[in-house]
């Protein structure tokens, strides 16, 4: 035959069997597709890797950030509200309003604060601690009985620490820084003509933080404060040691204090200073 005579096959015959019908020109343009237009078969660089189930993350799996979930977000209710119910015990302990000696459940002081049992059992586990209260089994916590033995002793050790290191601070630590103090004194000086006591122990213990912590050591400012917090704890014999009188007059060292510390004169404050914890409760 002559080979001009040759008639081409149609189109139809020549399309590869399961090829659809109507291809667009983007099916013909994918990536990926070979000539007939068939996507290839992964290789094993294209083929998804498959996690073992006990197989450890690669690097960039333990670069990747973590997705935090609902459950994972700290709770800090709870511990909010643990500290509120202690600062709130040590206030009522302060005024007098828990008795020396008197035992208190958990469950009776949730109710007056109007929480439940549980941070008021953990608050009062705090106070513990602190030497404030005992554990009464299956009844709650009482309160220590002190007595004027324990307070001197008290004032006594707070003496040892404090009074050196104030006199030192006289001697090195300038005018102006003293004069910054000034609001904290008269602050004293308010809270103690309010009468409370829980108010003025308060403004009492700041003032001494304050002085102490130009001695840039953290850890005296820590230890000297819980001294101090355990002075002003009342003694047996009546809810409150000390009156209005009492406590304007110790407010009024501070203030004498710190202006003997503005002028620097030395000998005023080392009397000062030591008459002020001769006195102190």
Same mark, same amino acid.
């Given at each position: 035959?002559?080979?001009?005579?040759?008639?081409?096959?149609?189109?139809?015959?020549?399309?590869?069997?399961?090829?659809?019908?109507?291809?667009?020109?983007?099916?013909?343009?994918?990536?990926?597709?070979?000539?007939?237009? %068939? =996507? !290839?078969? &992964?290789? @094993? *660089?294209?083929? $998804? #890797? +498959? /996690?073992?189930?006990? %197989? =450890? !993350?690669? &690097?960039? @799996? *333990?670069?990747? $950030? #973590? +997705? /935090?979930?609902?459950? %994972? =977000? !700290?709770?800090?209710?709870?511990?909010?509200?643990?500290?509120?119910?202690?600062?709130?015990? =040590?206030?009522?302990?302060?005024?007098?309003?828990?008795?020396?000696?008197?035992?208190?459940?958990?469950?009776?002081?949730?109710?007056?604060?109007?929480?439940?049992?549980?941070?008021?059992?953990?608050?009062?586990?705090?106070?513990?601690?602190?030497?404030?209260?005992?554990?009464?089994?299956?009844?709650?916590?009482?309160?220590?009985?002190?007595?004027?033995?324990?307070?001197?002793?008290?004032?006594?050790?707070?003496?040892?620490?404090?009074?050196?290191?104030?006199?030192?601070?006289?001697?090195?630590?300038?005018?102006?820084?003293?004069?910054?103090?000034?609001?904290?004194?008269?602050?004293?000086?308010?809270?103690?003509?309010?009468?409370?006591?829980?108010?003025?122990?308060?403004?009492?213990?700041?003032?001494?933080?304050?002085?102490?912590?130009?001695?840039?050591?953290?850890?005296?400012?820590?230890?000297?404060?819980?001294?101090?917090?355990?002075?002003?704890?009342?003694?047996?014999?009546?809810?409150?040691?000390?009156?209005?009188?009492?406590?304007?007059?110790?407010?009024?060292?501070?203030?004498?204090?710190?202006?003997?510390?503005?002028?620097?004169?030395?000998?005023?404050?080392?009397?000062?200073?030591?008459?002020?914890?001769?006195?102190?409760?």
């Amino acid at each position: 035959m002559n080979p001009g005579n040759v008639r081409p096959a149609p189109a139809d015959e020549t399309r590869p069997a399961g090829r659809p019908e109507n291809t667009g020109p983007a099916d013909r343009a994918r990536p990926g597709a070979d000539a007939g237009g %068939a =996507r !290839p078969a &992964h290789t @094993e *660089e294209t083929r $998804p #890797a +498959v /996690r073992e189930p006990n %197989a =450890r !993350p690669t &690097h960039a @799996e *333990e670069a990747r $950030p #973590a +997705v /935090r979930s609902e459950a %994972a =977000r !700290p709770v800090v209710q709870r511990a909010s509200v643990r500290g509120q119910i202690v600062d709130a015990l =040590r206030t009522a302990l302060v005024a007098g309003e828990l008795a020396p000696g008197e035992v208190y459940s958990a469950p009776a002081l949730g109710e007056r604060f109007g929480v439940s049992a549980t941070p008021v059992r953990e608050a009062m586990q705090q106070l513990a601690l602190e030497g404030a209260v005992e554990v009464v089994p299956n009844r709650g916590f009482r309160v220590i009985e002190r007595g004027t033995r324990e307070l001197a002793e008290l004032a006594e050790i707070r003496g040892l620490i404090e009074v050196p290191v104030m006199l030192r601070l006289a001697r090195t630590v300038p005018a102006a820084r003293w004069a910054e103090l000034r609001p904290l004194a008269e602050a004293t000086v308010r809270a103690a003509s309010s009468g409370c006591r829980a108010t003025y122990a308060e403004s009492d213990r700041s003032f001494h933080r304050a002085v102490l912590a130009l001695a840039g050591n953290a850890q005296l400012v820590r230890i000297a404060d819980d001294l101090h917090r355990r002075a002003q704890w009342p003694l047996v014999g009546g809810p409150v040691s000390r009156g209005r009188a009492d406590l304007v007059a110790d407010a009024a060292e501070h203030t004498a204090l710190l202006e003997a510390l503005i002028a620097e004169d030395l000998a005023v404050v080392q009397a000062l200073v030591r008459e002020h914890f001769t006195g102190a409760s």
